[in-house]
């Protein structure tokens, strides 16, 4: 789960030849994936970043919980963040952590630290389509994913409140995914997404996500301070909110290993 | 109540001396009321049929010094209505810790787990287990020790010294799920040391690709007592009229200990085996091989169902003969992932030697954010004479524990 990087795409070592060919694509596979390498390229080198999460979960009777959470990234040259998750409620998951390494290629590294007996388990990443926190968020939506794990299509240009934007299809390549496909709204000139409609196995639209009080950070990086996502079949909604974003903390591997997550509060 | 121990004193006499500077440090606390209700009349008449207690666990923790340094503190206490044994006071971490730059230093008690699997915890030897509070083996003593961690780029190195030793403790006389002989006050050391002697640990952990690896190495006090029946003299420690008590009698062991969890798609392949060295004894091995596999979002719900089925295998004999020598244990481990976070953990193991079995049922769930309910049920199938679990054979139960969390 990596809930840092505001976008849904992942980093990709990129030559200016792919912003040539990202101009003068002609089919829509290409435009699609050249402006997804877009908006991974516009988020390289943010280093590493912390944000405190609170997260509000309503049914469909308007019943509200509060979960809060803090996070922890850094980028990794070639490959996926590291991240650590730290639940700081409700007050019996309090103090319980979560690794994770996310990779370019093949399965996430994932490990939970239990606090009441101290145990450190590695734990299955398979779980793609299933709740985070009991959320209207999968794990898939909120972990860092890679360019190769979608393939993409342009559809259309289109205004979304205001803001022109790209409306991009991306395909998730892997079979355990919840989703047949993602209509991804772009933002035109800022190249970060506004709007992401999911599409169940059944082709049907389950779910929207809003991405809305943009903020940019060490004058390049945007993040979304505000994630809200509604669930369309089941009436229930998740308000993610992320605050206190601090950059360059000057993490290393070091606070990022099952040492690390054992001393954790 | 039981005194703390001398090194547990000691650091509480010596926390007023830490500085208290920079911002407070965070606390972390619960009470729980908890009710056993056994399902048979007791084996002894001096035993009671149920039993409620209430326990309460505070945490502490402050970090300084740019969070290079961290003092952490958590005490447990526990107070029974029918086991003077079981009320008890407990600190299982009071240790100050400081990062350097190539390695990490621990000093005071605190609380280590190693191990993958779930139905024996073969490799776990730093602490001594709380027996008092659950036959698990789970909850712990504190351990005194000088830790020295340093991560490498091939693996986690972990040293220990431990210069105390803590015995386990038995439930008194009038409680249930204990032998049906008293043990003895007075334990009995094989190294003159006594509780004094100096043991050390040794522990590499790394992971290569969906392989997580440990070797551990343990020379010192064995946590597991042989129990030695003994006619000794004014032992007034006897539940019976007899004079036949149990003497717990702590050997010196040298422990190697493997550990390998493969974590493929859904499936945790995992193994732990020991080789262990005891004087008289020769040298013993033991394990317990098995895998989990979870059933992701079952049937398009939130829930998780994990399959359990690990193997056990020992092979010392006699007195040193354990529960899980020779056994199948299967589990379901549910997660329903709703929002009070309802889980289900059972486990049914057979034994091939004994022919008993053993069930063990887990489920929780938070009532609100703040309030938990815990229910537990145990069930001793055993009526061979010679089964290491014949003594418990009128000790299923049930127990409620309800938790409040600050």
């Keep these: 789960m990596n809930l840092i990087k505001n976008t849904l795409f992942p980093f990709l070592t990129i030559s200016s030849l792919y912003f040539a060919s990202a101009a003068l694509a002609e089919t829509p596979e290409q435009k699609g994936l050249a402006i997804a390498r877009e908006v991974d390229t516009r988020d390289l080198g943010f280093g590493d970043s912390t944000a405190d999460i609170t997260m509000a979960l309503r049914d469909q009777h308007g019943n509200e919980r509060t979960r809060k959470m803090r996070n922890r990234t850094m980028e990794v040259a070639g490959d996926g963040d590291k991240s650590i998750i730290i639940f700081d409620n409700p007050g019996d998951v309090k103090g319980t952590a979560f690794l994770s390494f996310t990779h370019k290629t093949g399965s996430d590294d994932q490990w939970l630290f239990l606090p009441a007996l101290k145990r450190i388990k590695k734990i299955s990443s398979s779980n793609k389509a299933g709740a985070f926190m009991n959320s209207e968020f999968a794990f898939e939506d909120i972990s860092s994913q890679e360019v190769e794990k979608y393939t993409y299509r342009y559809l259309r240009d289109e205004t979304f409140e205001g803001t022109p934007v790209f409306v991009n299809e991306s395909d998730p390549v892997d079979p355990k995914s919840g989703y047949s496909k993602l209509e991804v709204s772009i933002d035109k000139a800022r190249y970060i997404p506004l709007k992401i409609d999911f599409y169940d196995r059944g082709e049907r639209l389950k779910k929207t996500l809003i991405l809305s009080d943009y903020t940019q950070y060490l004058e390049k990086y945007w993040r979304a301070h505000t994630w809200s996502m509604k669930n369309h079949q089941t009436g229930k909604s998740t308000v993610l909110t992320m605050d206190n974003w601090n950059f360059a903390n000057g993490f290393t591997d070091k606070d990022f290993n099952k040492n690390s997550l054992s001393r954790i509060k | 109540m039981k005194p703390l121990t001398s090194?547990?004193?000691?650091?509480?006499?010596?926390?007023?001396?830490?500085?208290?500077?920079?911002?407070?440090?965070?606390?972390?606390?619960?009470?729980?009321?908890?009710?056993?209700?056994?399902?048979?009349?007791?084996?002894?008449?001096?035993?009671?049929?149920?039993s409620t207690s209430l326990s309460a666990n505070i945490e502490f923790f402050h970090d300084y010094d740019n969070d290079e340094q961290r003092i952490a503190i958590t005490a447990f206490g526990r107070a029974d209505s029918v086991d003077n044994n079981r009320t008890h006071l407990d600190l299982r971490e009071a240790y100050w810790w400081k990062g350097f730059d190539q390695f990490e230093v621990y000093l005071g008690l605190r609380k280590i787990f190693w191990g993958v699997t779930e139905s024996v915890h073969l490799v776990d030897?730093?602490?001594?287990?709380?027996?008092?509070?659950?036959?698990?083996?789970?909850?712990?003593?504190?351990?005194?020790?000088?830790?020295?961690?340093?991560?490498?780029?091939?693996?986690l190195l972990e040293l220990f010294v431990m210069p105390h030793f803590r015995e386990q403790q038995f439930p008194g006389e009038k409680a249930r799920l204990r032998s049906p002989l008293a043990i003895a006050e007075q334990a009995i050391y094989q190294s003159d040391k006594g509780d004094q002697h100096v043991d050390f640990a040794v522990s590499w952990n790394h992971y290569f690709g969906v392989f997580d690896m440990s070797l551990s190495h343990f020379s010192g006090t064995n946590r597991n007592p042989l129990f030695i029946p003994s006619t000794q003299e004014g032992n007034e420690q006897a539940f019976q009229q007899t004079d036949t008590v149990l003497q717990a009698l702590y050997q010196q062991i040298h422990q190697t200990g493997l550990t390998v969890q493969a974590t493929a798609a859904e499936w945790l392949w995992k193994l732990e085996a020991i080789s262990i060295e005891e004087q008289h004894y020769g040298r013993n091995s033991a394990a317990v091989a098995g895998l989990e596999y979870t059933l992701f979002t079952l049937f398009n719900s939130n829930a998780d169902l994990g399959l359990i089925a690990e193997y056990q295998f020992d092979d010392r004999t006699g007195i040193r003969e354990t529960f899980a020598q020779n056994d199948l244990a299967l589990g379901l481990r549910w997660a329903f992932n709703d929002i009070d976070g309802s889980e289900l953990l059972a486990i049914a193991s057979h034994d091939f030697d004994y022919h008993t079995q053993f069930v063990s049922l887990e489920l929780g769930r938070r009532i609100t954010d703040d309030w938990r309910i815990e229910a537990e049920a145990r069930f001793f199938v055993a009526d061979n004479p010679e089964a290491p679990s014949y003594a418990l054979r009128q000790d299923d139960y049930i127990q409620l524990e309800l938790r409040r969390y600050f």
């Design chain 2, 7 to 50: 090194w547990a004193r000691a650091a509480v006499v010596a926390l007023p001396f830490f500085s208290f500077s920079t911002a407070a440090g965070e606390v972390k606390a619960y009470i729980g009321a908890e009710g056993r209700y056994f399902f048979n009349e007791p084996l002894s008449s001096a035993q009671e049929e149920h």
């Design chain 2, 125 to 155: 030897i730093i602490n001594q287990k709380d027996v008092l509070e659950n036959i698990d083996g789970e909850q712990k003593l504190g351990q005194g020790m000088l830790q020295l961690v340093s991560q490498r780029d091939w693996g």
